[in-house]
């Protein structure tokens, strides 16, 4: 009988908003024939990633397609792991012989080391392989010091004591993700100068080992020769690498302080919106907003996703004649007053 050698995963992490889905994307539309299995674990009530990824033409039909993408609708892969990432990893290691790669996108909010470390377990460790962890960064966001509480007094005083950096439980995450990572991509970096980027290069840089390369992106396009075949083994060498919540329990981290909800609009004008979300993110504790929207008199959907006051919108597909023409959306951040901030969008758009 021919041994079948261990399938390759690629790990796709990062901050909310750093562009996971657009590198899954870009990657699932340059397969080249590859036999692709996706997991997407998706944080808040609704399976937008998801959907995007749904999009993507892989050379196959509707069904198939649906096939291959698994939500984990729980937040955070390192408190869900044992209930919902074995089952799915089990049924993809039955049929690792149909598969070429296996790409999962962690959410925003995760931390990817206890991911790596399912990896060792028998059943999976036999099968197996993560090929690579890499790390998304949205360049402009630490070009702002978003991951620090007070970056101007962070960035001249690092030096003296580099604990200030970890005030701020975002940037402990961010700095955790960094740690488990065997490539880092900053993205976006067609928004920045050469002398910022430059700048972003080199904090990011400090929390790596040499040996992890750091490549830029605009929009996730990089090639995959770049992205799979990195032959990292990951898993084997993954305890080693230390991160701020080694010893902690897993119902225990920072994801707890995070919430996320979704509110219900109709059809709302899109200049509309989008002055009533920055006005929300002035006011409340919000970190990323995602979500589809029905724009009066479009025959399309429109996507919008942001982070912080900066926002991303398109026309992603036509609506169905099944569907409800209605917008919804996700709010993720800490500690919201969901009623309050629903209250605030229907009065200004409805």
Do not use: Y
């Amino acid at each position: 009988m021919k041994t079948l050698a261990k399938l390759p995963v690629t790990i796709v992490t990062g901050f909310l908003g750093a562009g996971k889905t657009t590198l899954l994307r870009h990657m699932l539309d340059n397969a080249e024939g590859r036999r692709i299995a996706v997991i997407v674990n998706e944080f808040g009530e609704l399976g937008i990633d998801g959907d995007i990824l749904k999009q993507c033409s892989i050379g196959c039909s509707e069904e198939e397609a649906l096939g291959r993408v698994f939500e984990l609708a729980n937040g955070c892969l390192c408190c869900t792991v044992q209930e919902e990432f074995f089952p799915v990893m089990r049924e993809l290691v039955a049929r690792r012989g149909d598969l070429d790669q296996i790409l999962i996108e962690t959410s925003g909010l995760a931390l990817p080391k206890p991911l790596v470390q399912a990896f060792q377990w028998p059943e999976i460790r036999n099968a197996c392989t993560v090929d690579a962890v890499i790390t998304v960064v949205d360049s402009p966001a630490v070009a702002a010091g978003t991951f620090a509480a007070h970056p101007e007094q962070v960035d001249e005083q690092r030096k003296q004591d580099p604990n200030l950096d970890h005030e701020s439980p975002l940037h402990e995450l961010f700095e955790d993700q960094l740690a488990s990572a065997d490539l880092v991509v900053l993205n976006k970096a067609d928004l920045l100068d050469a002398d910022t980027l430059a700048r972003v290069r080199a904090e990011v840089a400090e929390e790596l080992p040499p040996a992890v390369k750091i490549v830029e992106a605009n929009s996730g396009q990089l090639p995959l020769s770049v992205l799979l075949g990195l032959n990292a083994e990951a898993e084997l060498h993954i305890d080693s690498r230390p991160t701020h919540h080694d010893h902690e329990g897993h119902e225990d981290h920072d994801h707890d302080e995070f919430d996320s909800f979704h509110v219900d609009l109709p059809e709302v004008e899109e200049r509309a919106l989008l002055d009533a979300l920055n006005a929300l993110v002035e006011r409340h504790a919000v970190l990323r907003i995602k979500g589809f929207v029905a724009v009066p008199g479009k025959p399309m959907r429109l996507l919008v996703q942001g982070v912080g006051k900066r926002f991303d919108k398109h026309f992603d597909r036509a609506w169905r004649s099944d569907e409800t023409r209605s917008t919804r959306l996700v709010v993720i951040g800490q500690e919201l007053d969901q009623a309050t901030i629903a209250n605030e969008l229907r009065t200004a758009l409805v």
